[in-house]
């Protein structure tokens, strides 16, 4: 979101997931369901790195 004056209002990054009773369904078969075929673009490097981040982080949290 941009201000008016053109600065930047804040950055956001959401992060779902659509399930079936066999686990986390790929983005690219919930778009083929819909009838859609679309080329998916590339995610910056940050955004890359969030992602492969997740997979060295502990599920379910740990309690301590």
Same mark, same amino acid.
Not at 35 to 44: C, E, L, Q, V
């Given at each position: 979101m941009w201000k008016q004056n053109g600065e930047c209002a804040n950055h956001a990054l959401y992060r779902s +997931?659509?399930?079936s009773r066999d686990g986390i369904v790929a983005p690219d078969r919930v778009i083929e369901a819909m009838?859609?075929?679309?080329?998916?673009?590339? +995610?910056?490097d940050w955004i890359q790195a969030w992602v492969a981040s997740e997979a060295i982080r502990p599920w379910p949290p740990m309690q301590d």
């Open positions: +997931a659509i399930v009838g859609h075929k679309i080329d998916r673009p590339s +995610a910056p």
